[in-house]
């Protein structure tokens, strides 16, 4: 990017993006929500669309001037539908957590049961935590996952369905390793007259790629955000049966937002191009390879991984083991260049405020053309980490090792 003007108008911000700069070259990137979008998407948020106010939907604006924001936000449409195969696609919604609010409001009213996978088992906290504003507003029931498997105990989900009746199943995850059975939710689902609703936020990337199910051809309502597998910028999109979709765009708007962000919606359309093109569905399969790659070589050095192991590009474990807590173990790996987040595992004792895991995965790295040799490097390096967690000697020399390897895989959108 050329931070010309930036240089000129406030050196103060620009000094904190280059140095931001330097962190994404030089490190490991292994938070399983990020990832590195394209040139081409950094452009389109950073172009003059930002100037533009847009309220409605193409051809019903409220604002004159609509023809190139009309074609752009169209093509965003045509494009999500044709990726996930869809009937539907709301591309305004500005996040994830906006976008799941907008589904709960179109589709259910303040008050009634929904289901959703609890939070220290892997869910969000959207799907129900009881101090957020889901479950607030309506009655969730949680559900979670098998102790001793890690996984989701399908036979809970069906007898919770069948106990509270609900009006809506949430199906999704931020911090569960596992694919998930999409027909038997929609089986479940169906035997309670619930309508169902997918979160693949996480993996929408290895569902347009290929990798993973798709829950498009079974659910009422899919939700994703744009800038995590799916490599576009920070936003969301809503898809959708027909049936629904007068509802969902109500709901979006003027239900709960106003102007949509035009600059950022040009941007999803170009990351929905680039999913579409074959070079994509490689790079979904490398995602999910790397991942269990890394799983494996984690487990063969002592590491205890919920469900022991991955079938996405999430893995999560529990350092308990190791006789170190996860937020020690974030904060020694940000001094070798290796970033993840701390996260509590499935009836974690300890606080989520310093909790017994770490959350980790492979979008970015797999982005930079990282594969199994560097899987490797990257698991010894999490080792040695953590073994050495207190000599500042050792951790030293772990990160020129890191940056070493790092400055030999560009991260896109860098230059030099």
Known sequence: MNYESIKQE?????ESILAEEKRQREGIELIPSENYT????????????????????PGKRYYGGQENIDVIENMAIDRAKELFGAEHAN?????GSPANTAIYFALLE???TVMGLKLDHGGH????????????????????????TGKIDMEEVRRLALEHKPKMIVAGFTAYPRDI???????????VGALTMADISHTAGLVAGGALESPVPYFDVVMTTTHKTLRGPRGAIILCKEKHAKAIDRAVFPGLQGGPHEHTIAGKAIAFK?????????????????????????????FKLISDGTDTHLILADLTSKNIPGKEAQVALDKVGITLNKNTIPDDPRSPFDPSGIRLGTPAVTTRGMKEPEMERIADWIDRTI????????????KEEVKTMCVKFPVPGILG
Not at 38 to 57: Q, R
Not at 91 to 95: D, I, L, M
Not at 125 to 148: C, D, M, R, W
Not at 387 to 398: D, G, P, R, S, V
């Open 91 to 95: 591309v305004q919604p500005y996040s």
């Open 181 to 191: 059975e999409w027909k038997k939710f929609k089986e479940i689902a169906d035997e």
């Open 110 to 112: 303040f008050g009634d």
């Open 10 to 14: 406030d050196p103060q911000i620009l």
């Open 387 to 398: 073994q050495n967690h207190e000599n500042e000697t050792e951790l030293l020399k772990i």
């Open 38 to 57: 394209s040139a081409a998407v950094m452009e389109a948020c950073g172009s003059i669309l930002t100037n533009k106010y847009s309220e409605g939907y």
């Open 125 to 148: 906290i959207t799907h129900g935590l009881p101090i957020a504003f889901s479950g607030k507003a309506y009655n969730f029931i949680q559900y979670g996952v098998n102790k001793e």
């Open 274 to 302: 680039e999913a579409l093109q074959p070079e994509f569905k490689e790079y979904a399969m490398q995602v999910k390879k790397n991942a269990e790659y890394l799983a494996d070589a984690m487990m063969k050095r002592g």
